[in-house]
């Protein structure tokens, strides 16, 4: 399994990014993907997954904000991230839920005030 993330960056507050994900090594369309961030100091932390059938879930702080989606064709997942806030700034991973769960390497995105 390997799960490449790009798309990271430094933006301005209310910038967008788009986060993408290619996976390969095993189904991608069988299984839900997720992205995960995890800010200096603290722990990681749940951003959005969606499931095989394109089923999403959110965390409060990125409703409305951030929108997963999924290619199945092209194996890869996408995070949509608009309205930037400084708190947002974190390493974001690519994660494949699988069992156990598989990880990325982890994209920077960077929000300045």
């Known amino acids: 399994v390997q799960l490449q993330a790009s798309g990271g960056g430094l933006v301005q507050a209310g910038d967008s990014l788009r986060l993408s994900c290619a996976a390969s090594g095993f189904a991608f369309s069988d299984y839900g993907m997720g992205w995960y961030r995890q800010a200096p100091g603290k722990q990681r932390e749940l951003v959005a997954t969606?499931?095989?059938?394109?089923?999403?879930n959110y965390a409060d702080s990125v409703k409305g904000r951030f929108t997963i989606s999924r290619d199945n064709a092209k194996n890869t997942v996408f995070l949509q991230m608009n309205s930037l806030k400084p708190e947002d700034t974190a390493v974001y991973y690519c994660?494949?839920?699988?069992?156990?769960?598989?990880w990325g390497q982890g994209t920077q995105v960077t929000v300045s005030s």
């Open positions: 969606i499931g095989s059938g394109g089923s999403t």
């Open positions: 994660v494949a839920l699988l069992s156990p769960a598989r």
